[in-house]
């Protein structure tokens, strides 16, 4: 089973600012990465997927990069909607699908 | 406009059984793969079943195998878990997904808590 690990646990950032998340996974998933939001009480959202294309509805501000075992998912201004935790989802080896420990994403 | 809506959770002693429903709209049901992702209280997200559009293939986490049971009425647009032997680690909120490998729609979950 593929091990998806997020970092940091915790990342502060002021409204406005650059919010840059990463994703490592213990072995090779190409391209087969997904990242959601999670608000408290929500389901997740389906953010980015193919590890940089963006779900239908998706603003511009979010991107995600990276191939391989190396992602990053980038908030270019956060907003204050955006302060969530987020969860990044290899489905390279399926099944499992595996997700990582998440990224909180909280106000500075 | 798409709507998976779940049913079923509750609380139960260790043991038991539950049934979970997703009632599916919006969508043309038959045509995807559906599947069912965990989260326990506080903690992150855990993939357990999914189900071809037909019903015809079926996959389970290691966790779940040989207690769970995923299954899909296409008439009904509806999607079921069963659940035997459950256990206090099975306790979390249950989503029903879209699809099977990267899930663009979610429902708003139900919650099975396994306890005495």
């Known amino acids: 089973e593929i091990v998806m690990t997020q970092s940091p646990a915790t990342l502060s950032v002021s409204p406005g600012e650059r919010a840059t998340l990463s994703c490592r996974a213990s072995?090779?998933?190409?391209?087969?990465l997904a990242w959601y939001q999670q608000k408290p009480g929500q389901a997740p959202r389906l953010l980015i997927y193919g590890a940089s294309t963006r779900a239908t509805g998706i603003p511009a501000r979010f991107s995600g990069s990276g191939s391989g075992t190396e992602f990053t998912l980038t908030i270019s201004s956060l907003q204050s909607e955006d302060f969530a935790v987020y969860y990044c989802?290899?489905?390279?080896?399926?099944?499992?699908?595996?997700f990582g420990q998440g990224t909180k994403v909280d106000i500075k | 406009e798409v709507q998976l809506l779940e049913s079923g959770g509750g609380l139960v002693q260790p043991g038991g059984s539950l049934r979970l429903s997703c009632a599916v709209s919006?969508?043309?049901?038959?045509?995807?793969?559906m599947s069912w992702v965990r989260q326990a209280p506080g903690k992150g997200l855990e993939w357990v079943s999914a189900i071809s559009d037909s019903g015809g293939k079926i996959y389970y986490a290691d966790s779940v195998k040989g207690r769970f049971t995923i299954s899909r009425d296409n008439y009904k647009n509806t999607l079921y878990l069963q659940m035997n032997s459950l256990r206090a680690e099975d306790t979390a909120i249950y989503y029903c997904?879209?699809?099977?490998?990267?899930?663009?729609?979610w429902g708003q979950g139900t919650l099975v808590t396994v306890s005495s």
């Open positions: 072995q090779s998933v190409s391209s087969n």
């Open positions: 997904a879209k699809d099977r490998m990267v899930y663009e729609k």
């Open positions: 989802q290899q489905y390279n080896n399926w099944p499992p699908g595996t």
């Open positions: 919006g969508f043309t049901f038959s045509s995807y793969a």
